[in-house]
Nanobody
Framework: QVQVVESGGGLVQAGSSLRLSCAAS????????MGWFRQAPGKEREFVAA????????FTVDSVKGRFTVSRGGAKNTVYLQMNSLKPEDTAVYYC?????????????????????WGQGTQVTVSS
């Protein structure tokens, strides 16, 4: 099973930006669909963003559309979540996910059950 590791979380003020990174243990994972989920205290885990294999297609949830962007690195060995204009309601643990089985490289997956690899999570805290 491919392992993924997130980094880049932290404490910022509202209106600031952060960029989360996700690296995978596989030698290459550019073909794997990947995504980001988050879970705030006392709330259910929610989908945030997804990127298809090779990065041709992306999809973000309405609550972050226009503020968050998911992308793959130049070498396609890293996936990023660029978060701009952060709000206190964005405070959560953010998880990177990867789908390595039964996937289509042209699709974005938004269901948590679609993904077979999850990172340990990185905390993002936005103060008002």
């Amino acid at each position: 099973q491919v392992q993924v590791v997130e980094s880049g979380g932290g404490l910022v003020q509202a209106g600031s930006s952060l960029r989360l990174s996700c690296a995978a243990s596989a030698r290459t994972f550019s073909n794997y669909p990947m995504g980001w989920f988050r879970q705030a205290p006392g709330k259910e885990r929610e989908f945030v963003a997804a990127i298809s294999g090779y990065g041709a297609t992306t999809f973000t949830v309405d609550s972050v559309k226009g503020r968050f962007t998911v992308s793959r690195g130049g070498a396609k060995n890293t996936v990023y979540l660029q978060m701009n204009s952060l709000k206190p309601e964005d405070t959560a643990v953010y998880y990177c996910v990867l789908k390595s089985k039964s996937y289509s490289t042209s699709l974005c997956y938004t269901n948590a059950d679609d993904y077979d690899s999850w990172g340990q999570g990185t905390q993002v805290t936005v103060s008002s």
